[in-house]
């Protein structure tokens, strides 16, 4: 059974993974697809994201107004701090073999996924178990 993972890093554009989600969900809504596409999201948190409370809950004691641009500084560092990355998998039949290569050929030449450096891991690929491992303990 032909079995595929893309890993798409969006680093911390949330907005474009979502883009992507979006855009899969259709696919497997208007192609029928069901299960043969599973989506998964992978955040990480940076240092940056953490030490960004500190700063907002000392301005808070000052003003309103330092607590206006602490918070400010926090929706920053949030949207600088996370990691996303978007892991979709492809489980496509033996007999739909050219249905699977098509959405090879075509997901990583689509506007979300383009600019996340798309990465694909196949069957025989040396590094597919550690990322089938990956993919099974995301929620």
């Known amino acids: 059974m032909p079995q595929s993972i893309f890993v798409f890093d969006f680093g911390s554009n949330e907005e474009a993974a979502q883009q992507a989600r979006h855009k899969i969900d ?10 043969k596409m599973l989506l998964k999201f992978e955040r990480t948190e ?19 107004t330092a607590a206006k641009k602490a918070k400010l500084k926090g929706e920053k560092a ?13 489980n496509f039949s033996d007999h739909e073999k050219l249905t699977y290569q098509r959405w090879i050929d ?34």
């Not at 259709?26 to 299960?35: D, H, P, Y």
């Not at 030490?51 to 309103?64: D, L, T």
């Open 26 to 35: 259709s696919w497997k809504q208007g192609f029928r697809l069901g299960n």
């Open 78 to 90: 949030e949207n600088n701090g996370g990691n996303v990355r978007l892991l979709l998998r492809l």
């Open 46 to 64: 940076s240092a940056e994201g953490e030490a960004s409370a500190e700063p907002e809950a000392k301005a808070q004691a000052k003003g309103k």
């Open 106 to 139: 075509r997901i990583p030449t689509e506007e979300p996924f383009k600019s996340a450096g798309p990465q694909s891991v196949h069957t025989g690929d040396p590094e597919f178990p550690k990322t089938v491992e990956l993919f099974d303990s995301l929620d």
